[in-house]
């Protein structure tokens, strides 16, 4: 790290917007709106896998941040200063790295199991590569945060994989799948809110990382886990849309879910921070984006889909 350090010093800053941009691709709520897009539009089946995988590694992300309790780099080693710019979305603990995981299960789910061309898998390998090494290059990640956060996104990619194959020959596997969601997600809140925290403390006498302010970020995950969950399985069992159609559509259905994705960003999202106690908005936020990705939006697309074939049997 100290090496990459002294490149992004040498450099003046020359290739620090660059990686940024790499890092913010990697964001959560980014990440979502792009296999949304896989699954809205190309591969619903696909998306489905992408989706319930990523669901079960955010916990497992979260139960291993919060059991390893690893400071962030530059606590640990004094003589890394990371870049200003990149500090405000790295908080708490350090291990593992979230954009790691997240950008791990789009790129290497794509890479492993996705139907695309050679080119575009390569493609999707370089992503993954560069919103990862944006983590260290800007000092706010050790390599080794970044190994387990791919290890963790390679395990949910396997796991949800073995899985879909019983939910193949049991279509109500789902609803295991569900329950086994639920319980992990209860359990996690509570291992978050009772479990010991390492009390340390910096120069100016405050906690270097607060235990209160850990246990309110496995509300984001456990919110985000059950949006996709309970979506997911209420979309397989009372809307079943499909992702065909002719091209011009299925680009209007990016954009008008582009559209609702502002809005839920730039609007609810801060009506719902300012109108809740912090547990309930961190709880409802992360449930929504996933809630809009897997069942507003394909609620959507197969009201239209469902016109447009009474439409064609009318003028029949």
């Known amino acids: 790290m100290l090496f990459l350090q002294g490149l ?31 699954y809205w539009a190309y591969d619903k089946k696909f998306g489905e896998y992408l989706l319930v995988s990523f669901a079960f590694s955010r916990l497992l992300n979260s139960f291993i941040k919060l059991t390893a309790c690893v400071y962030r780099p530059w606590i640990e080693d004094p003589k890394i200063h990371p870049y200003e710019g990149a500090l405000k979305d790295a908080t708490g603990y350090s291990l593992p790295s979230g954009h790691s995981t997240s950008s791990g299960i789009l790129f290497l789910g794509t890479f492993l199991k996705g139907n695309f061309t050679k080119g575009f898998k390569i493609f999707s390998i370089i992503c993954l590569l560069l919103i990862c090494f944006s983590r260290c290059y800007l000092g706010v990640h050790s390599l080794l945060d970044i190994v387990v956060g791919l290890v963790i996104a390679f395990a949910s990619l396997w796991i949800v994989g073995k899985l879909f194959e019983k939910l193949d020959d049991n279509p109500n596997f789902d609803l295991i799948l569900l329950g086994a969601g639920i319980v992990f997600s209860i359990l996690l809140i509570a291992y978050a809110t009772f479990k010991s925290y390492p009390m340390d403390y910096n120069a100016a006498g405050k906690l270097i990382v607060e235990p209160a302010k850990m246990a309110l970020e496995a509300y984001k995950d456990v919110g985000f886990c059950m949006g996709i969950l309970i979506s997911w399985v209420i979309e397989r069992r009372f809307i079943n849309f499909s992702c065909e159609g002719p091209i011009e559509r299925r680009f209007l259905r990016i954009g008008g879910a582009y559209i609702g ?8 999202y801060p009506l719902i921070k300012s109108s809740f106690n912090p547990q309930i908005s961190n709880l409802l936020n992360f ?27 009318d003028t029949s």
């Open 287 to 313: 449930f929504i984006f996933p809630f809009f990705v897997m069942l507003i939006v394909p609620a959507i697309i197969k009201f239209f889909q469902n016109r447009s074939k009474d439409v064609y049997e």
């Open 261 to 268: 994705y502002m809005i839920i960003m730039n609007i609810l």
């Open 8 to 38: 992004r010093e040498a450099s003046g800053g020359f290739f620090d917007q660059f990686f940024m941009r790499c890092t913010e691709f990697g964001n959560i709520h980014i990440i979502l709106f792009l296999i949304g897009i896989l």
